[in-house]
Each structure stands twice: as structure tokens, then as C-alpha cells.
């Protein structure tokens, strides 16, 4: 029990390390600690590159390279602008943590005219004038369900990955559709 409260108050400590790369550099020392392997010799221990940081956007000289230092051609260019504060792609996650939170806005409208194209495939102009097709690729069948049917009630709304969904509220069905007009 002893030896385990140690090695759990050791990670732990690591956990205060001010960067990724300490983290991971006292991580492993503990780890081979407990281990019982010999730690690494200075030599071993690669240390994570200085991060660069981009030119400003006036026109400021190129940086000069020191004596001894040689440009590394396979390196990658450094792209102008402010340097990422936070990981790669994280916008994208908090771009959809919001759109988690904020339901989609629908638009409710009367069918007023529509058809069947193709093999079950419903064309619908609404009320307001605009025309929509059920897609291809969409086994909503809603054909027999509206045989007898003049008019019925929609609601629309677009999806998060882009497209729109239209519920027939008289079937309580969903279905694709795409706007033709």
C-alpha cells in the first residue's frame, strides 16, 4: 500500500509541471523510477524545440541565423500570423459545444401542391412559393400515407452537417429534402 500512495503522490506531482513536455519528461522518470530502470542519461533526453514565433505583419527583416547554425531546408515554413494559443482544432469543438446548446430554428409551412417523381420520391411546393425535393437515397416512403391527402402541414429545418429535414406533421415522418426553387 505504501509503495502505491508514493508512486500516485509522484504522478501527481507531476501534474504541476508547467509544460507538456516537463509533464511527460517527470512522467517517465517516475515511471522507469518505479520500474526499476535506470534513468536515461542527459544525452538520451531530447528537449521539445523552442516554440517560433511568426514575423509581424509590418515588414520586418528575416531573422538572421546565428554562427554555426545551418537552415534546415526540409523544415516547414512557418505561416504568417499569431501563433495558436490553444490546441489544433479546438474551434471546432467549441464551434459544436454551441451548436449543442442552440436548437435548430423551423419553419413551419403548408404543402399546397405536390407530387411523386421518380420511385417515391416526394416534390412539395409550399405556401410561401418555394419548391423542395425529397432526395435520392432517402427510403422514407411516405407515398400510400398521402394518397388521399389535399394539402398537409410541414416543418422544416437545416442540419448541423448541412442539408435540411422535413417533418409532415400529419405522419409524424422525416424526410431529406434538397430546395429545387
Known amino acids: 500500500m505504501a509503495a502505491e500512495d508514493d508512486a500516485e503522490r509522484r504522478i501527481a506531482g507531476c501534474a504541476t509541471s508547467a ?3 516537463e509533464r511527460i519528461t517527470c512522467l517517465e522518470r517516475h515511471v522507469r523510477e518505479l520500474a526499476g530502470s535506470p534513468a536515461p542519461a542527459a544525452a538520451d533526453v531530447v528537449k521539445p524545440p523552442a516554440p517560433v514565433q511568426a514575423p509581424a ?14 537552415a534546415d531546408a526540409a ?12 490546441e489544433l482544432g479546438a474551434e471546432q469543438v467549441e464551434a459544436r459545444r454551441r451548436g449543442a446548446d442552440e436548437p435548430a430554428t423551423r419553419v413551419a ?6 407530387r411523386f417523381i421518380g420511385y417515391e420520391r416526394l416534390l412539395v411546393e409550399l405556401d410561401n412559393g ?4 425529397q432526395i435520392d437515397g432517402d ?4 407515398e400510400r400515407a398521402l394518397r388521399n391527402v389535399e394539402s398537409f402541414d410541414v416543418e422544416m429545418w437545416a442540419t448541423k452537417l448541412g442539408g435540411y429535414r422535413m417533418r409532415i406533421l400529419p405522419l409524424n415522418r422525416t424526410i431529406r429534402v434538397e430546395r429545387l426553387r
Open 19 to 21: 509544460t507538456p513536455a
Open 57 to 70: 505583419a509590418t515588414h520586418a527583416p528575416a531573422p538572421t541565423l546565428a554562427a554555426g547554425e545551418a
Open 75 to 86: 523544415a516547414p515554413a512557418v505561416s504568417p500570423g499569431p501563433a495558436p494559443a490553444v
Open 109 to 114: 409551412a403548408t404543402a399546397v401542391n405536390f
Open 130 to 133: 418555394q419548391v423542395w425535393r
Open 139 to 142: 427510403r422514407v416512403s411516405v
